[in-house]
């Protein structure tokens, strides 16, 4: 029993351990081997999105579909939350008539941490404001290993555009390097983080950062988050992507992108219609991370669950 936490916040809440048996039990979700079991007892999931969003609560709705699981909607604006009830007896609410786990998306950041020493119910963080994004960082983890055949050790992956307001990237800045893979950070100086952890480098010329990488993570410009008007006018010419300064490198460089693309700013169409773009195979495979992440959520980590879990 390696333990799973109740509250999954952010990327140190898990330790090595979890994570590479986390990419394994996707693995086997995602071929269906034998072991891909279905939980015997019908787990029932919540989710809550305060912000909008596509793949990560959809890839969530498919995962617990997949997994035989119930999923209820929790409309928030519309809960008793609106009569002053606090977040934590709603969430205890939950717990008292059998939700297994709460998904939520929150503008605010690290609204979950104020309950990780008494968790009212088992918690994950389908993003938090600018903080963090770990359930895309771990499926961003996986599409990388499967695209280098699970040798990650020494690559280098440049991740480029609105770095500051993206809680995917400080995720991705914590996870990767776990896995020996070098960070650099391009962008605009406005939207490189004021504090960069140790390791992680920057560039601010994306055809120069491109020379030296085996993948790009491209980021979309998250103008809702900007407290000044950022000038776009010449965005797409400064760091845009596209096939041709590829093709200058000489390399075919993979090309990420956690959605949703704004096509013409960040990216070009052509780009996204080449077999470097890397989008559609993370969506992918966002719903196996998500139901191995959920499984281990359930059954404390130990996922010979059909065994342990059901009986
Ligand atoms: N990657 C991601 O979080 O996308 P959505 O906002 O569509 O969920």
């Given at each position: 029993m390696i333990g799973f936490p109740s509250i999954l916040e952010g990327i140190e809440?898990?330790?090595?351990?979890?994570?590479?048996?986390?990419?394994?039990?996707?693995?086997?979700?995602?071929?269906?081997?034998?072991?891909?079991?279905?939980?015997?007892?019908?787990?029932?999931?919540?989710?809550?999105?305060?912000?909008?969003?596509?793949?990560?609560?959809?890839?969530?709705?498919?995962?617990?579909?997949l997994?035989?699981?119930?999923?209820?909607?929790?409309?928030?604006?519309?809960?008793?939350?609106?009569?002053?009830?606090?977040?934590?007896?709603?969430?205890?609410?939950?717990?008292?008539?059998?939700?297994?786990?709460?998904?939520v998306r929150t503008k605010e950041t690290k609204l979950l941490s104020q309950f990780k020493q008494r968790p009212p119910i088992k918690m994950i963080n389908g993003g938090d404001g600018t903080n963090e994004h770990p359930t895309q960082a771990l499926l961003d983890l996986y599409t990388l290993n499967e695209l280098f055949n699970g040798e990650l050790a020494g690559k280098k992956v440049c991740i480029a555009g609105d770095c500051t307001h993206s809680r995917v990237t400080h995720s991705l800045m914590k996870l990767l390097p776990q896995f020996g893979i070098e960070i650099t950070l391009c962008g605009p100086k406005e939207f490189l983080p004021k504090?960069?952890?140790?390791?992680?480098?920057?560039?601010?010329?994306?055809?120069?950062?491109?020379?030296?990488?085996?993948?790009?993570?491209?980021?979309?410009?998250?103008?809702?988050?900007?407290?000044?008007?950022?000038?776009m006018s010449t965005y797409n010419e400064k760091w845009g992507l596209n096939l041709d300064l590829i093709r200058q490198v000489g390399r075919k460089i993979p090309?990420?992108?956690?959605?949703?693309?704004?096509?013409?700013?960040?990216?070009?169409?052509?780009l996204v219609d080449s077999n470097l773009w890397m989008a559609h195979k993370q969506v992918e495979n966002s719903v196996y991370v998500r139901m191995a992440i959920i499984e281990a959520m359930v059954t404390n980590g130990d996922t010979n669950i059909g065994a342990k879990y059901n009986t």
């Open positions: 809440d898990l330790n090595r351990e979890q994570v590479e048996k986390l990419l394994a039990r996707t693995k086997e979700l995602k071929i269906g081997s034998p072991a891909r079991l279905p939980l015997k007892r019908k787990i029932s999931v919540a989710t809550s999105f305060l912000e909008n969003s596509t793949r990560t609560k959809l890839s969530f709705i498919m995962a617990i579909n997994l035989k699981g119930i999923h209820i909607d929790f409309e928030a604006e519309k809960s008793s939350l609106k009569k002053g009830e606090s977040l934590e007896q709603t969430l205890l609410t939950l717990n008292y008539q059998g939700f297994d786990i709460c998904i504090e960069i952890p140790a390791g992680i480098k920057t560039n601010a010329n994306l055809e120069e950062a491109l020379k030296e990488t085996d993948a790009v993570y491209l980021l979309r410009i998250q103008a809702e988050r900007h407290e000044n008007q950022f000038d090309v990420f992108h956690p959605g949703p693309a704004n096509i013409g700013i960040e990216v070009d169409q052509e």
